[in-house]
């Protein structure tokens, strides 16, 4: 790698819908998506793994799915849960199964690990999926120091309140003026159309549009930021480059 700054762009929530899984392949044919994190429980998953597999240059991560929550009456709460996330063993059962559906739909495995909602930030999710991702030699999102995460190109507020100037070009280029040296995660959520019942749904559309638009791709020229995949990152940390 011979520029000053990595960005990787890495689209979740691939294979949750044929919608998300549009939007994802158009944010990486037309945009700059280099990577997407898959989540393998949901039917479209094995249609946006065909596609990992047939295109190398987009890197698929597992991102695990416990469960989601929506904010509703001033709290947040659970829209489905797969198993109590204060189990740890449950947990790790999970996490094994989802790492070998993973395997099996992918036939390699992840570049990289992250979770649906972040929830592998507390209690025993976070250990697990630490130990999972230090055994593959992978990056874990907010855990690995080789990779720095920005997540506020996000289009709604801590109560889930529409924020569509978070997902505007001009925030965007904002937030790439400000990547530090070294190689950076940048999370985006892009989709079409309305097949997905979820809190996030209106604002994956205006997604696709900024990651495609071509003032991003010009930023990131002019910047001399260099767009690369998990995959590069994950044979650094394994020590093959």
């Known amino acids: 790698m011979a520029a000053e700054r990595y960005l990787i762009v890495n689209a979740d929530d691939f294979g949750q819908s044929p919608g998300v899984n549009q939007g994802v392949i158009e944010a990486h044919e037309c945009g700059i998506v280099t990577s997407a994190s898959l989540m393998v429980r949901w039917p479209a998953a094995t249609e946006a793994a065909a596609y990992g597999r047939e295109h190398l240059n987009l890197s698929l991560g597992l991102h695990l799915d416990l469960g989601e929550w929506a904010y509703r009456n001033e ?12 189990d740890i063993t449950a947990v790790a059962d999970e996490v094994s199964r989802q790492l070998a559906t993973f395997r099996h739909l992918v036939g390699r495995d992840p570049t990289h690990i992250d979770s649906h909602q972040h929830v592998h930030r507390w209690g025993p999710v976070r250990s697990v999926l630490a130990e999972t991702a230090r ?38 280029i904002k937030i790439l003026e400000t990547l530090p040296p070294g190689v950076t995660e940048l999370g985006c959520h892009p989709g079409v159309g309305d097949d997905l019942d979820t809190m996030y749904r209106s604002e994956r559309a205006q997604e696709v549009e900024v990651l495609c638009d071509s003032r991003v791709r010009a930023a990131i020229s002019a910047l001399g930021i260099e767009l690369c995949s998990f995959a590069r990152v994950t044979m650094r940390v394994g020590g093959e480059e």
């Open 75 to 86: 709290t947040w709460m659970p829209v489905y849960e797969v198993v109590p996330m204060d």
């Open 135 to 172: 055994k593959l030699g992978v990056p874990l999102r907010h855990c690995s120091p080789e990779v720095r995460y920005r997540g506020e190109f996000y289009g709604q507020t801590g109560k889930g309140e529409p924020f569509p100037d978070a997902i505007s070009v001009d925030r965007l």
